[in-house]
């Protein structure tokens, strides 16, 4: 029998779809398929290659998303102090999670309750923090060195009086608490999902399960369960921000993007335009952006039209949030970034992902610390943002201060920022 021109086209056509289909779709990292395209071996057989179900990285508690970019990093302030320590430049930097805002005296609190059960005192010691940042001799501060970390009035204050040492091991702390009770409502999960191996076990497989869910409702203090990386389920470490991460989410030049990568205007604050009030009509307008100190002795305005509502810290959700949804990235309290601090820093970094960890290509020996000629060591880190005690220059984002890493103020706080594991969105 003979075939029609059409006929053959449509065989054609119904033979390339079988062959297109044999190769199957094109693998993701969400959906890697049911067996290896390396190998055509089948994926979580017994015994085999298991693959888990993954559909992108959970945010973790208090966490914001930054979507990664390029962007002009440095200052655009008149540079007053004359330290030429952030000239500009272009930079990229990978989407990351940040903390929405500061670290509360209540987070901390909590931090402080699981090391004191579940570590020696000695470490717990090391832990406090220094609450006589407030003391003044020739100021009565007295009331804030006693009651700002503990009392409940302040428990959503940010936390001050903590070095750069101590922030890291809470969020080399917070990283374990986390994980260890996500890996806890995993198992919880798994048990109430009726596991039938637990199940056909009886007695015993009950008992198994009260206990797991014991073990799922006790408060969280040591952790010492963690899921494998694998499961995709684990987050990745709590860490102070890079001195990048921090500017470039400060900025937050996302608010200023419109059609392609066109950008109207920089940023010298948090905020678009030079003010420090609220330009947009509505009930908001006039009202202040961030807590600082406007000028000598004036760290709120007057009693009835208090101008930025209040004359010491405030509290971690106060003042609008900037376009990444992060608060108080200008004001309130500086915040310690991971880098170490060098002056001409801005020369040597890398243009993707810049940081500073160490003294390579800047060593510490070229600064003669040791005969009083120069504050700069192994040791001192950067902060940035500004606090409620200074004037609105610190309050930029390319602004740039350090301190010794084991040193605290009153004026100096800091928050957690996560890498955004396998995209960049």
């Known amino acids: 029998m003979r075939l029609s021109l059409k006929s053959v086209a449509i065989l054609l056509a119904g033979v390339a779809i079988v062959s297109s289909c044999s190769k199957g779709k094109k693998h993701t990292s969400l959906d890697p398929g049911k067996s290896s395209n390396a190998t055509g ?14 559909k992108g990285q959970p945010t973790g508690p208090n966490l914001v998303f930054i979507e990664g970019g390029r962007f002009t990093m440095g200052a655009l302030e008149e540079d ?8 500009e430049r272009t930079v990229s930097v990978q ?8 670290i509360a005296n209540i987070n901390y609190l ?7 059960k579940d570590s020696s005192q000695e470490f717990y010691e090391s832990t406090l923090p ?25 428990r959503m204050y940010p936390l001050v009086g903590v070095s750069w040492t101590q922030a890291n091991d809470y969020c080399s702390w917070r990283t374990a608490a986390v994980n260890t009770n996500l890996a806890m409502q995993n ?13 056909s076990k009886g007695k015993k497989g009950a008992a198994e399960k009260g206990s797991a869910e014991k073990v799922a409702a006790k408060p969280v203090a040591v952790p010492n369960q963690r899921l494998a990386i694998e499961s995709g389920i684990v987050l990745p470490n709590y860490r102070l921000p890079t001195e990048a991460e921090w500017e470039y989410a400060a900025k937050a030049m996302i608010g200023t993007q419109y059609e392609d990568e066109n950008q109207t205007n920089q940023r010298i604050y948090p905020w678009d335009g030079p003010s420090m009030r609220n330009p947009r009509n509505g009930r908001h307008k006039g009202e202040m952006l961030a807590n600082y100190k406007r000028g000598r ?17 405030q509290e971690v959700y106060k003042y609008p949030a900037n376009d990444f949804g992060l608060y108080n990235m200008a004001g309130n309290v500086n915040e310690w ?20 960890r160490s003294d390579f290509l800047d060593k510490e020996n070229n600064y003669d610390k040791k005969n009083n000629n120069s504050l700069i060591d192994n040791k001192v880190r950067v902060f940035k943002g500004g606090a409620w005690s200074d004037v609105a220059y610190w309050l930029s984002p390319g602004t740039r201060r350090f301190l010794d890493q084991d040193s605290a103020t009153s004026t100096i706080g800091f928050r957690c920022a996560m890498i955004r594991a396998g995209t960049n969105k």
């Open 80 to 87: 007053v102090v004359n330290s030429r320590d952030n000239l």
């Open 187 to 199: 198992a919880k999960k798994g048990s109430k999902g009726g596991d039938k191996k637990t199940a």
């Open 110 to 116: 909590e931090y402080l309750n699981a090391i004191q």
């Open 95 to 102: 989407s990351f999670y940040m903390d929405e805002t500061e």
């Open 337 to 356: 970034v991971m880098d170490l601090y060098r002056p001409l820093s801005y020369g040597d970094f890398s243009d993707l992902n810049p940081v500073r």
């Open 130 to 154: 220094d609450t006589t940042v407030w003391k003044n001799e020739l100021a009565f501060n007295d009331s804030y060195v006693e009651q700002y970390l503990r009392y409940p009035g302040f």
């Open 41 to 54: 071996i089948a994926y979580n057989k017994k015994g085999g290659f298991q693959v888990k179900s993954f």
């Open 297 to 313: 002795g004036d760290f709120a305005g007057i009693a009835g039209k208090s101008n930025d509502g209040a004359i010491i810290t």
